[in-house]
């Protein structure tokens, strides 16, 4: 399909002119379009083996928890928990990847000391609320990864379909157009071209005649 255009040399340029800009974004796009697609699928490899681990800590976490309420009572196990040592702040910011802003979690906790997490003497509890804290502990930067993880991958996701619709529309649409029009109105000039020499011949073979005769 060609696009409405006067058959002159001007539009000829501009259309010469708007196909070259179109290959160069057609190959950056495609460039872009394969890098994303790239770091998307490193992206996966890494969310798959991130809830991997974070589904198998969070079970043990659920199997220890749960033997350490068969043998404690419900309030001894709300007074364990209730006023927590430890303390954790979340930063979330945003880091720039190939004009995707994905999400970067920083996290700090409130004390360095690793025993912090247990918000409770050892006297009165059991070890498997011990191991359940530390499980959950242990697992928590892999969860924040996770998040991140997984936000990018829909993000990236939603641009590489954004960037495929802009390759293919300049592949299949705007780039064969550009072309096809170029191509009608060089053959347009090139027959006005020849049409116009046939008629400057015509008239000079007449004065030539003109001239013959009045010689």
């Known amino acids: 399909m060609m696009i409405n255009v006067n058959p002159t ?61 068969s043998v404690m009572s419900d309030k001894t196990l709300d007074v364990a928990l209730m006023l927590p040592t430890q303390e954790m702040s979340l930063e979330v910011t945003e880091q720039n990847v190939m004009s995707v802003l994905i999400p970067h979690f920083d996290t700090k906790l409130k004390t360095a000391d690793e025993n912090d997490i247990y918000s409770y003497g050892f006297a009165f509890t059991s070890s498997d609320l ?6 959950l ?4 930067p892999q969860m924040f990864r996770l998040a991140e993880v997984e936000k990018s991958c829909q993000l990236m996701a939603a641009e590489i379909e954004k960037t495929r619709r802009r390759v293919n529309a300049l592949e299949h649409v705007m780039i ?6 170029i191509k009608y109105i060089t053959m347009k000039l090139d027959e006005n071209e020849r049409s116009t020499t046939t ?14 005769n009045y010689i």
């Open 130 to 135: 011990d191991v359940a804290v530390k499980a």
């Open 199 to 212: 008629r400057l011949m015509k008239v000079k073979d007449m004065m030539l005649s003109k001239e013959h």
């Open 9 to 69: 040399r001007m539009e000829l340029t501009n259309l010469k002119r708007k196909l070259v800009t179109a290959r160069r974004g057609h190959k950056l796009l495609k460039d872009k379009r394969d890098e994303l697609m790239r770091r998307f699928l490193e992206l996966v490899r890494e969310n798959k083996l991130l809830r991997r681990a974070v589904e198998k800590g969070i079970s043990q976490a659920n199997a220890h928890m749960s033997v350490a309420r």
């Open 176 to 181: 064969p157009q550009y072309e096809e029009t």
């Open 137 to 140: 502990s242990d697992i928590m």
